[in-house]
């Protein structure tokens, strides 16, 4: 029987996030994490690199091959290229071609249509999977940090992924009161290229605006400046330019999504029953995800909920394990997937 089950592929969970995917192969642990990009050739339509290749090739390709992100917000936005990567993914994480046929748990916003399940569901099949099962995001997150899902206690999650944020309260295996927010780590980006655009009449890059995120910025006001070098191109004169550019305006800029954030989470906490904002104020709250990485995220939490705020230790991880969890206990744990939906 044993060695039936290894011909047909050990089982697997996918979070397949807007900025990256992780791959959890059962017994194995995280075997993949690698950004959601594929380059694609649009004359021949041929994929041409996936993953960290195709990332490094963003804003350096020529005009016929484009690199794309199949999910945006959270969601498919193109499924033909998502269910190519996915089906990539798994076989790179497989090292076999043939006869895997893995159980494929998938990690997906809570906020996702029912049309958008059924193609995350439909590219787990065409990429090879037997079963697939949806997991939503702030359950997976939940109980990849350790939180005790199951129990008669609240326990409250912030999920900040590259696209979406998920705020929920849990008990019982289930999500009590929930808020998906289409703003993540994207969002905070694109709020400093709109900035620096602004004021500075420079044009930069995704991946510029990024490192600028991740070295200097911050979600409270800097208790001391610092400044961080950045090129682009010049939208006076069309040549590249470097300008130095301080943590204060940084928090500037990133402001009102890191607002709408904050929001998010006190009005979940609105709409908390009596009895679990209880166990709430007790337990505190945990916040995961890539954006859960924003310096001062946790003070600003702090102050705005007057609550306890924990960091992960591991927030980039955090989907991927829990649902991996689900993978290895799947007896114990398959309560807390998305029912089937009935025919």
């Known amino acids: 029987m044993r060695s039936f089950l290894g011909l047909l592929g050990r089982d697997m969970a996918v979070d397949l996030g807007t900025a990256n995917t992780l791959v959890y192969v059962r017994d194995r642990g995280i075997v993949l994490d690698e950004p959601s990009v594929v380059a694609v050739n649009t004359r021949t339509g041929k994929i041409v690199a996936v993953g960290s290749e195709a990332k490094q090739m963003i804003g350096r390709t020529p005009g016929h091959i484009v690199a794309i992100r199949p999910l945006a917000d959270g969601v498919i936005a193109d499924l033909d290229v998502a269910e190519q990567m996915l089906r990539y993914f798994i076989r790179k994480a497989h090292h076999r071609r043939y006869m895997t046929q893995p159980r494929l748990v998938v990690a997906v916003p809570r906020g996702i249509t029912a049309v958008e399940q059924r193609a995350v569901k439909e590219a787990g099949y065409q990429a090879g999977a037997r079963r697939v099962y949806i997991i939503e995001e702030p359950m997976a997150a939940a109980i990849g940090v350790g939180l005790p899902v199951n129990e008669a206690s609240g326990s409250m ?16 295996g289930g999500i009590v009161t929930a808020r998906s927010l289409r703003v993540g780590g994207d969002e905070l980006d694109q709020a400093i290229i709109a900035h620096v655009k602004k004021e500075h009449s420079l044009l930069l890059g995704a991946r510029t605006a990024e490192e600028v995120k991740i070295a200097i910025g911050t979600a409270c006001p800097p208790h001391e400046e610092q400044a961080f070098p950045i090129s682009g191109r010049d939208l006076v004169t069309g040549l590249p330019k470097t300008v130095d550019i301080s943590s204060s ?34 337990n505190g709250i945990t916040l995961t995800g890539g954006g859960a990485l924003l310096d001062g995220l946790d003070r600003r939490l702090a102050e705005a909920t007057r609550m306890p705020i924990k960091v992960a230790e591991n927030p980039l991880a955090s989907v991927a394990l829990g649902s991996g969890r689900v993978v290895e206990d799947f007896d114990r744990l398959q309560g807390v997937l998305v029912p089937e939906p009935r025919h």
Do not use: Y
């Open 249 to 282: 305006e940084i928090h500037e800029a990133i402001e009102e999504p890191v607002g709408m954030i904050v929001d998010s989470v006190q009005a979940t906490l609105d709409e908390c029953p009596p009895e679990l904002a209880g166990d709430l104020v007790k």
């Open 157 to 172: 999650v912030v999920d900040i992924g590259g696209g979406t944020t998920e705020v929920a309260v849990i008990s019982l």
